[in-house]
């Protein structure tokens, strides 16, 4: 009987093993880090490809009574916007936060490494040398990753694709005062236009004008970091009535000249 099921299986796959699920494996340094492309990932879950949320740090230090207990909450509340997302549970390696740039570097990789061998994505997103807000876990984090789908993307069944969480430049000038809570001179304008990534090297920009409201009771549910009341309204204003993300191709480097609708699997 197990044979015939098994030849049949083999079969149906034209005697060929089954394909690997399409699945996104998403690399970030806190809980909250994933309201950056949120809408994305709850437009791949949707779609029917297995999303995946990894969390470098518990975000143990983010508010005004830090320590474990914060930690425990900040997990809890990740554990709920992934449900609100319709991605998988989140996996939690629990570093110190704030110490990811500076701290840990091998163990750091060795567990972006067993995550990415354990679930076997096609595709990784993460941050860019930006960081997207410049924090340094942020970059850390992005950094790592970048590193290690170097050497995974050159193993059989290994990831292919690398796309990083970008805001572009003419998108930061604008909602840059909106995060600063008041209007900014020219050369603090400037700078911000200089510091962020440029227009055209956004290889993704990906619809989620039908998500908006998941994204937006995705991010409430980070209630340690978005109470209710202006901090909430601030990133409602900035982010959560944008329509489109945005994501620069890092590996393989893009090379066409237009920015695509979806990420490639």
Request: aromatic share 6%; glycine share 8%.
């Amino acid at each position: 009987m197990m044979l015939r099921l098994m030849l049949g299986v083999m079969a149906i796959a034209g005697g060929q093993p089954a394909p690997a699920p399409r699945t996104l494996l998403a690399v970030f340094a806190h809980p909250d880090d994933e309201s950056t492309a949120a809408g994305t990932l709850a437009r791949y879950a949707s779609s029917g490809v297995r999303v995946v949320i990894a969390t470098v740090t518990s975000g143990q230090k983010g508010g005004p009574e830090p320590g474990d207990a914060l930690g425990a909450r900040r997990e809890a509340e990740l554990a709920a916007a992934c449900r609100e997302l319709g991605v998988n549970p989140p996996v939690l390696f629990r570093f110190m936060d704030g110490t990811v740039a500076t701290e840990r570097q091998d163990e750091i990789a060795a567990r972006i490494r067993r995550v990415i061998r354990d679930v076997r994505p096609q595709v990784v997103v993460t941050f860019g040398p930006d960081g997207v807000t410049g924090h340094p876990d942020h970059i850390a984090v992005g950094k790592l990753t970048a590193a290690v789908f170097a050497e995974e993307t050159r193993r059989p069944g290994g990831p292919s694709r690398l796309y990083q969480v970008a805001i572009p430049r003419t998108m930061m000038v604008r909602i840059a005062p909106v995060l600063a809570g008041h209007s900014l001179s020219e050369p603090e304008l400037r700078q911000v236009a200089d510091q962020a990534v440029a227009d055209q090297a956004i290889a993704a920009i990906i619809d989620i004008t039908d998500l908006l409201a998941v994204k937006r009771r995705a991010a409430a549910r980070h209630e340690s970091q978005f109470p209710a009341g202006p901090r909430f309204d601030q990133w409602l204003a900035a982010f959560g009535s944008e329509p489109r993300e945005y994501f620069v191709q890092a590996s393989p480097k893009r090379t066409a000249t237009a920015a695509s609708g979806d990420l490639q699997f």
